[in-house]
Structure formats: structure tokens, C-alpha cells
């Protein structure tokens, strides 16, 4: 059984940075891509940041591009770099996988808060 664990949630201001991490419980390289998503109160959950794991090819949002960094280690963690942090911005990450092997299956975390004062 596939496990994602989120960390590095918090309470930040208007303009701060934060970094979350997702620890998956085998190789990250038994997925196709890892991710971050996030989902406002009362909001669809959106796509954030992702990264295909075996050549580190990276996908943004366009409300992140040249703020958000998602990025790798050689084991099995996925990083999200946040700058310039905004008060809508504040909402529960969560950290998604894509099966290599199970075409469709994907996993997710159990989310960690980002919240952003104003």
C-alpha cells in the first residue's frame, strides 16, 4: 500500500515563504508523475505542481510560475518551494502520485494546511 505523507504546513504572512515535503513509503520512481494539488474552502481542488519523476520535468499552474519551485530528492521526496505567498493561496495541499505500473491508479496524501495572513 502506497503511502504519501505531507509535511511543512503552516501559518505564514502575506508575502512568505514555505516549503512543503511529501514522503512516499517506496521509490518515487515507481510513479509517473508527483504532485501538488490544493483545495480552498469551497473550492474545486487545482493542480499546483507537478513533476515527472524519472527526467525531472516540471508543470506549474500559472498563478505560481516563477514563485512555486517543485522539485526531487534521489529517494523518495518531492519538495514544494513557495515564495511570495498569498492570503488566497491559503488552502489544504495535497500531495498526489501516479502509478507507472497500474495505468489510472493515482494516490493521494492526507493534506497539510497552508495558511496565509493577510
Given amino acids: 500500500q502506497v503511502q504519501l505523507v505531507e509535511s511543512g504546513g503552516g501559518l505564514v ?3 512568505d515563504s514555505l516549503t512543503l515535503s511529501c514522503a512516499a513509503s517506496g521509490s518515487i520512481v515507481s510513479f509517473i508523475t508527483m ?3 490544493r483545495q480552498a474552502p469551497g473550492k474545486q481542488r487545482e493542480s499546483v505542481a ?3 519523476t524519472r527526467s525531472s520535468i516540471t508543470n506549474y499552474a500559472d498563478s505560481v510560475k516563477g514563485r ?4 526531487r530528492d534521489n529517494a523518495n521526496t518531492v519538495y514544494l518551494q513557495m515564495n511570495s ?3 488566497e493561496e491559503t488552502a489544504v495541499y495535497y500531495c498526489n502520485a501516479r502509478s507507472m505500473s497500474i495505468i489510472g491508479r493515482e494516490y493521494w496524501g492526507q493534506g497539510t494546511q497552508v495558511t496565509v495572513s493577510s
Fill in 35 to 37: 504532485g501538488w494539488y
Fill in 13 to 15: 504572512q502575506n508575502g
Fill in 50 to 52: 507537478t513533476i515527472f
Fill in 85 to 87: 505567498l498569498k492570503p
Fill in 68 to 71: 512555486f519551485t517543485i522539485s
